[in-house]
């Protein structure tokens, strides 16, 4: 086997914001790898203004029935990005408005149902930011209950049947991003609860991928000439593959199914390409003629760096 130095490994994807060790990361320097994790999303709120004139009205309905207006029976959040979608708005909301202050009354007696331990602190932390406004939640419920969408809707319809009055004809408002499934709506719609939904964020590619690269890169010792397969990338998903490739491509020779106009071979970095499953591999080569030599037999740190260090092993590096 040749003594190479450890190959780089690019990671298309967010590192762990947990203050933890990344655990793919950690997979790769496991095996003697190096690895860089770079964001190729980014989250964009959408429809604030229309979400600030809804909760500006303290959880009351603008509709009117039987000649009275009525509250909301609930909020559903799903993600931490529609926390901070509410957050914006309470802050905007709350600082210089003195009706914002009011201890009760407004969104603070209107249950919050949310998914996961994640989503209920990051509601937690709104009313510990802001805990005498009006607009800030209190009341947060399915933390614990509901692990997915689907649990969170049959939660949801059991809480709000317990109530005296049932669910029958409860409205809820649910705050959605662009990807969401039509699971929870329909489980809801089902049982006779009315959801209303906006959209409150939008995923799309970076737009400072090409500087979060370039920045990566020249940390990275310099390129060996002799070593000509020192590079593994690695796609985490379809979505952002398409976005990130012309910047790629200006620092690495990717491997093609195809000739590439305008790119002579050699003239930069080497790179290997790897997908952490199916789906993704087959968009990469369909969609962009790319060659892809790894494809993790499971979605997990392990299987991906040892698939790729398999390769290698192969290879004789």
């Not at 593959?241 to 020779?253: I, N, S």
């Amino acid at each position: 086997m040749l003594n190479k130095v450890p190959r780089d490994i690019l990671l298309l994807r967010s590192p762990s914001e947990d203050g933890g060790f990344d655990k793919y990361e950690e997979a790769f320097r496991a095996r003697g790898y190096r690895a860089l994790s770079i964001p190729v999303l980014e989250t964009v709120h959408t429809n604030i203004d229309k979400l600030s004139d809804i909760v500006r009205r303290g959880g009351l309905i603008s509709e009117q029935r039987q000649g009275r207006e009525r509250e909301y029976a609930g909020v559903i959040m799903t993600s931490g990005r529609a926390c901070e979608a509410w957050r914006i708005v309470v802050e905007q909301l709350t600082v210089g408005d003195s009706d914002a202050r009011e201890e009760a009354g407004g969104w603070s007696t209107i249950p919050f149902y949310i998914v996961g331990q994640a989503t209920a602190a990051a509601l937690s932390a709104i009313h510990d930011s802001f805990p005498s406004s009006r607009y800030a939640p209190r009341d947060i419920r399915g933390a614990v209950e509901s692990g997915s969408s689907e649990r969170l809707a049959h939660f949801i319809a059991s809480d709000l049947s317990a109530r005296p009055d049932g669910a029958q004809g409860r409205k809820l408002f649910y705050l959605t991003g662009d990807k969401n499934r039509d699971t929870l709506p329909k489980i809801l719609t089902d049982a006779g609860i009315e959801v209303e939904s906006l959209q409150v964020y939008a995923t799309q590619g970076s737009s400072r991928f090409e500087e979060d690269l370039g920045n990566a890169l020249e940390g990275v010792q310099a390129l060996d000439p002799d070593d000509d397969d020192r590079w593994w990338i690695v796609y985490f998903a379809p979505s952002s593959a398409k976005h990130v490739l012309p910047t790629l491509r200006k620092q690495f020779d990717m491997p093609t199914t195809a000739k590439v106009e305008g790119q002579k071979a050699g003239t930069f970095r080497r790179a290997r390409l790897a997908a952490i499953g199916p789906t993704t591999s087959t968009y990469l080569e369909s969609e962009l003629q790319l060659r892809v030599d790894v494809v993790a037999e499971k979605p997990n740190p392990d299987a991906l760096a040892a698939g790729i260090a398999s390769w290698d092993g192969e290879q004789g590096f």
